[in-house]
């Protein structure tokens, strides 16, 4: 059985220009994957979403903290692109434009299982009709340039299904799409989850989105997990004053604008001090704000605030 | 009737395209918004809205042509006037907030002097009053008086985009024209000035035109929404009826197409099928090709816009028909 651990996982990146120190992008977090399950990551930029996509995909490595796949560490992992394939968010940037869709999806395939090159041509096409590419002829002497945003973001999808992964981790996949065609990337993903064992670390800003994808959402704010829980429940009955911002703030015909009187956040700015990271907007602030606040269990839920902390 | 704040009259908007082809971007488009209003434009890209929004304003690209149409700001023609007169409408009679407006700031001046440089090209005012006004405007939108005297770097972007927002309101517009104004910020940010938005405006009684691929949030700030697809209007209502009861397929399926954040969760159908291709004349409805709900009639004869209800339009030939979905 699949299964993949983040555990107090933290990241620093040295600051750049005038500020001096690190920028803490990802502070202790500490989630779990397992077989066929979605989980949701959901934060406004700078959250720390992308970041933890990158250090799950080793694309960067952990400052501190440890990251396991099926109970190996991650750094150690000798064929983690056969367990672990990436969507990106570009789908204009994210192929190279120089050789032809079939190459971009045989070579990984090749490389990745030592299969001959009929083999890989094969399994290419599988994947393009996997995907909804048919019939695969037609796309596979393409480039990128003479496919849509939507296509070539089909593509990129079916580069991840020929390693024959056990995870995807789709950073917002749909963001630079249209609304119609990045509902159809979805779909697609919810199918092919349906038909496989795979499963998927899906990074979005927005919460509908997460929601009609992964069955778990992780709300994160400025590199901290402030909830974890059932995506339903988490909609529900946000618990996290964060979450509860979020879940009013996000666009819905059927509820009457939102009388948001929150302060806008400030840019961040260096390492993060130790309180909560959201007291500064948070209309419960009080003096515990200003202390470190541990992760509260909650039935099936976790939660990293005061109000919790009985 | 009142006369309307807008009326737009039978708008065209062409590109020229490679070959000599010519893509025809806006078709034909009339519609009025009244004074006080919140008018919204959704859209999927390329359906025109922002070459209709730049249209009006004539704020269009130097290769476009408006091929034909009127645009009345009250009694006034906009489409007659010189290139002097026009200069002199935009900022003090209709007011423009671009995409991505917030990063559109000169990074050397202060937010202040940015804004008195609006008011003193229009108005024989001193720099000193034309400040004081800068100072109430940023109130006005929810920032601190203070930040006159800020540098856009010091600023974040939702507090960037409050202060475009100022500054367009400087000259006092009777419409201020939004292009996709949120889109580049956090939703919780996004919905403060939205609701910002919307409370000046009532203070005031401006009227908004607003764009958006946006739906649910459109519906929410909007007064009345329009529909554009391919180039023009399928459906115009109030947004209530938007919700309860859309008449057009590519309503329907537009707002479908955004997952619902609360209530039970289901499958959504996507929409099959990309839009046609704007420098070729199409016979029937521009939508028949990707609609679940055509007849044959549909792809032959193009359907004629009717008026279910006062200030509202629809462009389908079975708009009479209950929704099969």
């Given at each position: 059985m699949f299964k993949l651990e983040l555990d107090r996982v933290t990241k620093r990146y040295p600051a750049r220009g005038m500020h001096r120190g690190s920028i803490l992008s990802v502070d202790q977090v500490s989630l779990q994957i397992h077989q066929n399950q979605s989980i949701a990551l959901v934060g406004e930029s700078g959250s720390g979403k992308t970041t933890i996509a990158r250090l799950v995909t080793r694309l960067e490595r952990p400052s501190s903290g440890l990251i396991r796949v099926n109970q190996q560490r991650l750094e150690d992992h000798s064929g983690l692109p056969r367990l672990v394939?990436?969507?990106?968010?570009?789908?204009?940037?994210?192929?190279?434009?120089?050789?032809?869709?079939?190459?971009?999806?045989?070579?990984?395939?090749?490389?990745?299982?030592?299969?001959?090159?009929?083999?890989?041509?094969a399994r290419a096409a599988e994947a393009l009709t996997l995907v909804g590419l048919t019939p695969a002829e037609n796309y596979l002497d393409k480039h990128a340039h003479q496919l849509s945003g939507g296509q070539r973001q089909r593509?990129?999808?079916?580069?991840?299904?020929?390693?024959?992964?056990?995870?995807?981790?789709?950073?917002?996949?749909?963001?630079?799409?249209?609304?119609?065609?990045?509902?159809?990337?979805?779909?697609?993903?919810?199918?092919?989850?349906?038909?496989?064992?795979?499963?998927?670390?899906?990074?979005?800003?927005?919460?509908?989105?997460?929601?009609?994808?992964?069955?778990?959402?992780?709300?994160?704010?400025?590199?901290?997990?402030?909830?974890?829980?059932?995506?339903?429940?988490?909609?529900?009955?946000?618990?996290?004053?964060?979450?509860?911002?979020?879940?009013?703030s996000t666009p819905d015909a059927h509820k009457a604008l939102p009388r948001i009187t929150v302060p806008d956040a400030q840019e961040m700015v260096g390492a993060s001090d130790a309180g909560c990271p959201f007291r500064a907007r948070c209309p419960h602030r009080r003096a515990q704000c200003e202390e470190p606040v541990a992760l509260q269990q909650r039935e099936k839920r976790e939660v990293r605030c005061v109000l919790y902390d009985h | 009737m009142p006369t309307p704040c807008l009326r737009v009259v039978g708008l065209s908007v062409?590109?020229?395209?490679?070959?000599?082809?010519?893509?025809?971007?806006?078709q034909n488009v009339s519609f009025t918004v009244h004074h006080g209003e919140i008018f919204g434009i959704a859209g999927e890209s390329g359906c025109g809205k922002s070459s209709l929004a730049h249209a009006i304003v004539r704020l269009l690209k130097p290769s476009a042509t408006v091929a034909s149409g009127h645009v009345y700001l009250d009694d006034l023609d906009l489409m007659t006037l010189n290139e002097a007169m026009m200069r002199s409408v935009r900022w003090e009679k209709v007011a423009i907030v671009p995409q991505s407006a917030m990063n559109n700031l000169s990074p050397v001046l202060r937010i202040g002097a940015q804004?008195?440089?609006?008011?003193?090209?229009?108005?024989?005012?001193?720099?000193?009053?034309?400040?004081?006004?800068?100072?109430?405007l940023l109130r006005r939108v929810g920032l601190a008086p203070e930040l006159v005297a800020s540098y856009p770097h010091q600023l974040s972007g939702g507090m960037r985009q409050r202060a475009v927002i100022a500054m367009a309101l400087a000259l006092n517009p009777q419409l201020l024209v939004m292009d996709e104004p949120t889109t580049a910020l956090d939703v919780v940010v996004q919905a403060g000035i939205m609701h910002q938005i919307k409370q000046v405006q009532r203070e005031f009684g401006f009227s908004v035109l607003v764009i958006t691929h946006d739906l649910p949030l459109l519906m929410q700030v909007a007064d009345r929404v329009g529909i554009m697809y391919a180039g023009s209007f399928v459906e115009i209502v109030p947004s209530p009826v938007m919700l309860e009861h859309?008449?057009?397929?590519?309503?329907?399926?537009?707002?479908?197409?955004?997952?619902?954040?609360?209530?039970?969760?289901?499958?959504?159908p996507s929409i099959e099928g990309t839009p046609p291709d704007l420098s070729i004349a199409l016979k029937g409805c521009s939508f028949a090709a990707r609609c679940p709900e055509a007849v044959a009639m549909c792809g032959v004869k193009a359907p004629v816009a009717m008026s279910p209800g006062q200030d509202q339009l629809v462009v389908c030939h079975r708009w009479e028909e209950p929704s099969r979905v």
């Open positions: 394939q990436m969507i990106f968010q570009d789908p204009f940037s994210s192929l190279n434009p120089h050789y032809p869709i079939g190459y971009s999806l045989e070579r990984p395939a090749e490389l990745l299982h030592r299969i001959s090159r009929r083999e890989a041509a593509v990129n999808i079916a580069r991840a299904l020929v390693a024959r992964p056990q995870l995807i981790v789709a950073d917002e996949p749909t963001s630079m799409l249209d609304v119609s065609v990045g509902l159809g990337i979805l779909n697609l993903l919810l199918d092919l989850k349906e038909r496989s064992e795979i499963s998927y670390l899906f990074i979005t800003h927005n919460l509908a989105a997460a929601r009609y994808v992964s069955e778990r959402i992780v709300v994160l704010y400025r590199g901290i997990v402030v909830e974890d829980g059932p995506s339903f429940d988490v909609i529900n009955h946000p618990l996290h004053p964060y979450t509860q911002l979020l879940v009013e | 062409d590109y020229p395209g490679s070959a000599g082809k010519v893509y025809h971007a806006v804004i008195v440089d609006a008011i003193v090209a229009h108005e024989s005012t001193s720099r000193n009053r034309a400040l004081d006004r800068a100072r109430e859309p008449r057009h397929p590519y309503s329907r399926a537009l707002m479908q197409a955004f997952p619902p954040l609360l209530g039970p969760s289901r499958r959504a």
